[in-house]
């Protein structure tokens, strides 16, 4: 058994644990940001290949107490690279660091990276390049106050990037965000979903996989395939067996819609290239003025907020024209709503019967749950919240007026 570590999404830490143990995961440790665990590498691989929610896979190499960067710079070179990966492949060295006395995460790396070169060089005479953009073996530093991790990242590129999105709108939504508000949302295959802020189509791509039972990893490659102790052949069974239980493509009541006709147009262009398009009922339509397209079902949107317009007074503007629009259009439906504007509720005169803690990458936001009945929802009783607590996040730039994904 090998440890490993998978990072997702604050806030879909417990999704991913459930990930991880349909995958056959064992000796799970949730924490912050992410879950320890110990499999094999078949597991390995079928985490890699379902999980919606992971962001990376990392494997453990290395661990060491260090007082200063020699300590780091002697792990390094005592692991044994060389039995992983060959001097010709190309590398890359990331560090991440909480509350390290180290004045420079930037030396540490260097440090990390020339350590590796050493080892190369030690045991076979060459090293290996480095390539930042796009390396075949990434390599993980983690360094808290006094111990320092080193991994091997099994994912490669982050597994939020599906092989399937080619045109984007501005503030998207990372795919396993996009998938665990799903989760959350409770939404299963077979009840109408809309998204009314589509932006480049990222939740619809999202439900339309899983409703069509396509694996998240199914259409890419993985860092583990240039590793030298790669099994081909359990990694060919796992992925023919997740061919084989994919659906053909047909209709399945999910809807999604934005103001804005390019963004319906690069939504459009993904779930084509993606082949899921049948699957998806697309227009270019207002949320103020559409009609529920199914008399009851999941809404799920990443309305507008902060400095993604222009200013507070056209917030002030839109969102009670929001809440009307939900009341008035939308009775028998539950919406979810993302949002970093704590004020939502109030401006749109809603009162959640839930809100959830998620992390939009830096940005705190909240994922707002609204059970429309006719009239007003304001005073429901049962409110609940299951907030995490997390260090504050910051805003990020944008502009627009979808939930541009």
Known sequence: METFF?????????????????????????IFGGVHFLADWPVCYRANLHSRIATRILWRVGHARYGQEDDIYALALATPWPRWFTAQQTIRVDVNAVKSPLRSIDFVTLRIKDAICDRFRRDSGSRPSVDTRQPEVRIQGFISSDECTLYLDTSGAPLYQRGFRQKSVEAPLKEN????????SGWQPGTALLDPMCGSGTFLLEAAQMALGIAPGARRDF????????????????????????????????FGSDVSPVAVRAALANLDR?????AVTLAAADLLALDAPAASGIM???PPYGERVSDDDELATFYPLLGSALKRRFAGWTCYLLSADTRLPKLIRLTPSKKTLLFNGALECRLYEFRMVAGSNRGASGATSVEQQAEPGRQAKGTGQGGQE
């Open 223 to 254: 860092a583990f395939q240039r590793l030298r102790h790669f099994e081909a052949a359990a990694w060919k069974s796992l992925l023919d067996a997740a061919r084989a239980a994919e659906k053909p493509p047909q209709q399945a009541r999910i």
């Open 177 to 184: 965000l996009a998938a665990g508000i799903l989760r959350l």
């Open 300 to 302: 799920v949107a990443n």
């Open 274 to 278: 993606a082949g899921l398009l049948p």
């Open 6 to 30: 998978a990072s997702c999404p604050r806030g879909l830490e417990p999704l991913l644990v459930e990930d991880l143990v349909v995958a056959g995961a064992r000796d799970l440790k949730q």
